[in-house]
């Protein structure tokens, strides 16, 4: 069974600091996503990362893929305040049939003055 | 406009009182699934449909049911809702071509409450 674990599940970063979170998933996979999303509201697709080495950039944010490590990585880059917002990453599975998306569990991000 | 749509977005009712909540999608998508999203769990999903006719349980599927008559629709139904199944609800739903999966789109979300 596929499990992917974020870490940090929160964070409070003060504005124009930098900061990491991490994603770590139990099986192979060779595709990974980031979603955003705002209390109360739908998940926004950020990246889609589909191979090894992947790296993805948007903005103050950019994400990347080790598939040898499992591990994807969101950078954030001197936060803003309306960076505040929910941060789920979703790995795909190989070889199911149902292909589901498994999420963690979500990194909340606050970032304050 | 590429979007999934969902109704209700807000939803009070009473236990033991069937519901449906809508979703229908206009990207052609074959790929569709039903998750809910409770604090301290995440996302877990429900059911899932590969195709028109084509449905199956995800991790969670115990008191609800789908159907799958067309393409664009998934509802999600509630033959007896009962207030552990209060949460934020969340249709979703991908092309897809052999095992490829180009993520999700997903519906603005569906707030129901059972008291």
């Known amino acids: 069974e596929l499990k992917v674990e974020q870490n940090p599940l929160f964070l409070s970063m003060q504005e124009g600091k930098n900061y990491t979170i991490y994603c770590n998933y139990s099986t192979t996979s060779d595709r990974l996503y980031w979603y955003r999303q705002d209390p109360g509201k739908s998940l926004e697709s950020l990246f889609v990362l589909l191979s090894n080495g992947a790296v993805k950039q948007e903005g103050r944010l950019m994400a990347s893929l080790d598939t040898k490590a499992r591990l994807s990585t969101l950078h954030i880059t001197a936060a803003v305040h309306d960076l505040s917002a929910t941060y789920f990453c979703a790995v795909d599975v190989i070889n199911s049939g149902n292909t589901p998306l498994v999420f963690g569990k979500g990194t909340r991000l606050s970032v304050i003055a | 406009e590429a979007q999934v749509t969902q109704n209700p977005r807000y939803l009070i009712t009473v236990t033991g009182k069937k519901l449906t909540v809508t979703c229908s999608q206009n990207?052609?998508?074959?790929?569709m699934s039903w998750y809910r999203q409770d604090p301290g769990l995440g996302l877990r999903q429900i059911y899932y449909s590969m195709n028109v006719e084509v449905t199956d349980k995800g991790d969670v599927p115990e008191g609800y049911k789908v159907s799958r008559k067309e393409k664009r629709n998934f509802p999600l139904i509630l033959e007896s809702p009962s207030p552990n199944q209060t949460s934020l609800y969340f249709c979703?739903?991908?092309?897809?071509?052999?095992?490829?999966?180009?993520?999700?789109?997903f519906g603005s979300g569906t707030r129901l409450t059972v008291v």
């Open positions: 990207m052609n998508h074959e790929y």
């Open positions: 979703a739903s991908s092309l897809r071509s052999g095992r490829l999966l180009y993520g999700y789109t």
